[in-house]
């Protein structure tokens, strides 16, 4: 039921801000690197530390709202992730906004050979700096909550450190 929830929210925010497309709409392509900690626990629990690396793209509307589209990958849990998120920035300077929102997907996680594909859902804080008209880097924290359960053991959430850096157009 958390996934169907999840899942109409989503779209009804997209269907939302369909009309805002027509406005103001600065699309952007992106990568990022960072440090993702996952709580593992059970029979498989394991240090939960590794890199992340991240694929993503989106458009700003109207200078205050963020929808993007991120994949992830982290090696030590070989986990897969797809999010859709929403923020809102706050601009604070003429080249420096602080966002924060919310982000829902899944993640396709293995542990001792147990895979699984799950939903995952959280939010996000952060800053981001325009660096010229078409560069801009953001430094993000997020926490997801986890669905993982496989062979007694769990995934309970991820935290996330990413610095990524943007090319909009």
């Known amino acids: 039921m958390k996934k ?14 369909s009309p805002a497309f027509a406005a103001d709409t600065e699309w952007f392509v992106g990568g990022g690197v960072g440090y993702q900690n996952d709580n593992v626990k059970g029979q498989y629990e ?38 859709a998120s929403y923020d809102y920035l ?27 594909s799950d939903f995952v859902w959280g939010g996000q804080v952060g800053a981001m700096y325009k660096i010229t008209d078409n560069w801009s880097t953001d430094l993000t924290y997020r926490y997801l909550d986890q669905d993982y359960k496989e062979n007694n053991t769990k ?7 990413v610095w990524s850096v943007d090319y909009h157009f």
Do not use: C, W
């Open 46 to 83: 394991q240090n939960g530390e590794d890199a992340t690396y991240q694929l993503r793209g989106g458009a700003i509307i109207n200078d205050h709202h963020r929808l993007m589209g991120t994949y992830s990958y982290m090696d030590k849990s070989e986990q897969n992730m797809f999010l």
């Open 4 to 17: 169907i929830t999840a899942i109409s929210t989503l779209a009804l925010a997209v269907m939302a801000a």
């Open 90 to 116: 706050l601009p604070v300077h003429q080249k420096v906004n602080l966002f924060a929102g919310v982000s829902a997907g899944f993640a396709d996680s293995e542990i001792n050979n147990d895979s699984s």
């Open 155 to 161: 995934i309970d959430y991820s935290q996330q450190v």
